[in-house]
């Protein structure tokens, strides 16, 4: 049984340890559902100004179940106002305010 | 040739497209062979960043080869780095083996290492299709749906003629399928010129091949096979064969091996030039190999330390390190051992700065009961069993670096930094 409350407490350890707020960085969240894995991952995208972006794992949530990603994701941008951006959610909105989660395919997995 | 008397099977040697930045393209959703993604090591040793594995578009576009440098890697925003994840890749790797054995019996599958597999589908293949590369492409085709990744297939009828073709054609094609059959040998392994690509030959052995003047694989083919004999041993048969695309390994033969040991080894993070920094590894590498072969209840009568000298040193020395190997009583105790290898350690060494150390341990007997010696006190004997006993007890329930030596915090240990490495680089555990 996933516990939203967990995932987040986890998910806000390792964006602490990753997000060290350097200059000149940009710091973004890419989130994926892998279909395959059954599971949502979180990576911390940080891209330096002129340099090679890094993409660090964050946390693997075993669940495709939006109501649970909601209400992690929601209290993720609640505290940390990062960028976002959605992989493999196309066409799926969230259940609360039925919003399309991804506006456009950013990539075609 | 003829083939009659021969094994006429039918072998998949099956291999992951780019392993490991295949799996991390698949759980970023990522297509594997569209993303621009660079696996990089960034441990203490790599100095700055080591390449452990690059997405064919990486490749393709910026030529970026595995185990280049971090400097090698050009600074630009579609290139995506990203840490190694051992357990990740392993966890894939099983899952994979898994659907394989769908297809074959488990003691038909040979995995040949972490991102290759060897089938022997002779009595499976008519179940799934109505010839061997169709079954194939089965295979590529659920593994893509399932896992995402992309799979290459070489088929033969026997396994060295599926690795050749999995090696030499399959990684070149369209479908991502090659196909060796004893009647292809001479149009399929005889036009390579370059020894080198062949599977199994290297470059000193393609060295010594030049020197017989053998520059091809249809003159090896057509070599005398008494000369080969004569210059390589028998593995200048085992060449011979190669050439005429023979095998008569079966997979289900189960092999002992020769002289079983136990091993670790390690590239230092830097060059260490101190005695005591030194010693502190040898002895933290003793007592896991020790702690090892406990675990498996054995004795070891054999010791092995290698010892691999600094980069600069090697070159303009006249040696690179040195490997000794010391017969002892049969033991596993972890204080008797640490003590062996340092005085092997102290015996060679001349100061040179040290790069690369590894410790083996083999001769094993089986730990059926303790050999108590004269020459030392009994209950000290006893004593040291039963603290190698707690030590071992309280690292496997709780972790190896539960309980560590002081000495593991000194300048220039390594045990509690590579303590939750898996094959040397990052597990990738602390991400879950």
Same mark, same amino acid.
């Given at each position: 049984?996933?516990?939203? @409350? #967990? %995932?987040v407490k986890i998910?806000?350890q390792?964006?602490?340890?990753?997000?060290?707020r350097?200059?000149?960085?940009?710091?973004?969240?890419?989130i994926?559902r892998d279909? &395959?894995?059954? /599971?949502?991952?979180?990576f911390?995208?940080?891209?330096?100004?002129f340099?090679?972006?890094? /993409?660090?794992p964050?946390?693997?949530?075993?669940?495709l179940?939006?109501d *649970?990603i909601e209400?992690i *994701?929601?209290?993720i941008?609640?505290?940390?106002?990062l960028t976002?951006i959605f992989?493999g959610?196309?066409g799926l909105?969230w259940?609360?305010?039925q919003?399309l989660?991804?506006s456009?395919t950013?990539?075609k997995? | 040739?003829n083939?009659?008397k021969e094994?006429?099977?039918?072998f998949? &040697?099956i291999d992951?497209?780019?392993?490991?930045a =295949?799996c991390e393209?698949v759980?970023?959703?990522l297509n594997?062979?569209?993303s621009?993604?660079?696996?990089m090591?960034?441990?203490a040793n790599?100095n700055?960043?080591?390449?452990?594995?690059?997405s064919?578009?990486?490749k393709?576009?910026?030529?970026?080869?595995n185990?280049?440098?971090?400097r090698d890697?050009p600074h630009?925003?579609d290139?995506?780095?990203v840490?190694?994840r051992m357990?990740?890749?392993?966890k894939?790797?099983?899952k *994979?083996?898994q659907?394989y054995q @769908?297809?074959?019996?488990?003691e038909?599958?040979?995995?040949?290492s972490?991102?290759?597999?060897?089938?022997?589908m002779t009595?499976s293949w008519?179940?799934?299709?109505?010839?061997?590369?169709?079954?194939?492409?089965i295979i590529?085709?659920r593994?893509?749906?399932?896992?995402?990744?992309?799979t290459?297939?070489?088929i033969?009828e026997n396994?060295?003629?599926?690795?050749l073709a999995?090696d030499?054609?399959?990684?070149h094609d369209d479908?991502?399928?090659?196909? *060796?059959?004893?009647?292809?040998?001479p149009?399929?392994?005889?036009?390579?010129?370059?020894l080198?690509?062949?599977?199994?030959?290297?470059?000193r052995?393609?060295k010594r091949?030049k020197r017989?003047?053998i520059n091809?694989?249809a003159e090896?083919?057509?070599?005398?096979?008494y000369?080969?004999?004569?210059?390589?041993?028998?593995v200048?048969y085992q060449?011979f064969?190669?050439?005429w695309g023979?095998?008569r390994?079966?997979?289900?033969e189960?092999?002992?091996v020769?002289?079983p040991g &136990?091993?670790?080894?390690?590239v230092?993070?830097r060059d260490?030039?101190?005695?005591?920094e030194?010693?502190v590894v040898i002895?933290e590498i003793?007592?896991q190999?020790?702690a090892?072969?406990?675990?498996?209840q054995?004795?070891?009568t054999?010791i =092995?330390l290698g010892?691999g000298f600094?980069?600069a040193?090697a070159q #303009?020395? %006249?040696?690179?390190?040195?490997h $000794?190997t010391?017969?002892?009583?049969a033991?596993?105790?972890?204080?008797e051992?640490v $003590?062996?290898?340092?005085?092997?350690?102290?015996d060679?060494?001349n @100061?040179?700065p040290?790069r690369?150390i590894?410790?083996?341990?083999?001769?094993l007997m089986h730990?059926?009961?303790?050999q108590?010696s004269?020459f030392?006190?009994?209950?000290?004997q006893?004593? #040291?069993t039963?603290?190698?006993q707690v030590v071992?007890c309280?690292?496997?329930?709780?972790?190896?670096? =539960?309980?560590?030596r002081a /000495?593991?915090?000194l300048?220039g240990?390594?045990?509690? +930094?590579r303590? =939750?490495l898996v094959g040397?680089?990052?597990g990738? +555990?602390?991400?879950?």
């Open positions: 049984m996933i516990k939203p @409350e #967990q %995932e998910l806000q390792h964006i602490d340890q990753t997000f060290q350097r200059p000149n960085t940009i710091y973004r969240l890419w994926v279909r &395959f894995d059954q /599971s949502v991952n979180f911390m995208l940080i891209q330096p100004k340099r090679r972006p890094h /993409s660090i964050l946390h693997m949530v075993l669940t179940d939006l *649970i209400t *994701i929601a209290q941008r609640h505290q940390y106002h976002m992989v959610f196309e909105r259940p609360t305010s919003q989660i991804q456009h950013v990539v997995p | 040739m083939y009659a094994p006429h099977g039918v998949f &040697f992951n497209k780019s392993f490991y =295949s393209s759980v970023r959703g594997p062979l569209k621009i993604i660079v696996v090591s960034e441990q790599t700055g960043g080591l390449v452990l594995a690059t064919p578009m990486a393709k576009l910026y030529h970026i080869t185990v280049s440098r971090q890697v630009r925003a290139i995506l780095v840490p190694p357990n990740l890749y392993i894939m790797s099983l *994979i083996n659907i @769908e297809y074959a019996a488990a038909d599958i040979l995995p040949y972490i991102d290759e597999s060897l089938l022997d009595k008519r179940l799934f299709g109505d010839s061997p590369e169709a079954v194939a492409k590529q085709h593994i893509r749906q399932e896992m995402g990744l992309y290459t297939v070489g033969g396994p060295v003629q599926a690795k999995l030499l054609y399959a990684k479908q991502l399928v090659g196909e *060796i059959k004893y009647e292809t040998v149009e399929t392994i005889w036009p390579i010129t370059n080198t690509d062949v599977w199994s030959i290297g470059q052995t393609a091949l017989l003047h091809t694989m090896l083919a057509h070599s005398n096979p000369q080969l004999k004569a210059e390589f041993g028998i200048g060449l064969a190669l050439a023979i095998d390994t079966s997979l289900a189960k092999r002992s020769k002289e &136990f091993s670790n080894s390690q230092l993070p260490y030039s101190k005695y005591a030194i010693r002895k003793g007592e190999v020790a090892r072969i406990r675990a498996h054995w004795l070891t054999k =092995s010892i600094s980069y040193v #303009q020395g %006249e040696r690179s390190g040195f $000794c010391k017969t002892i009583e033991t596993n105790n972890s204080h051992l $003590c062996e290898l340092l005085s092997l350690f102290d060679y060494w @100061e040179e040290v690369n590894a410790v083996s341990f083999s001769g730990d059926s009961g303790e108590l004269l030392q006190p009994v209950k000290q006893l004593k #040291q039963a603290v190698d071992d309280i690292q496997t329930e709780f972790g190896i670096t =539960s309980l560590v /000495s593991s915090l300048p240990a390594t045990m509690i +930094n303590a =939750s040397g680089h990052n990738g +555990n602390a991400y879950d």
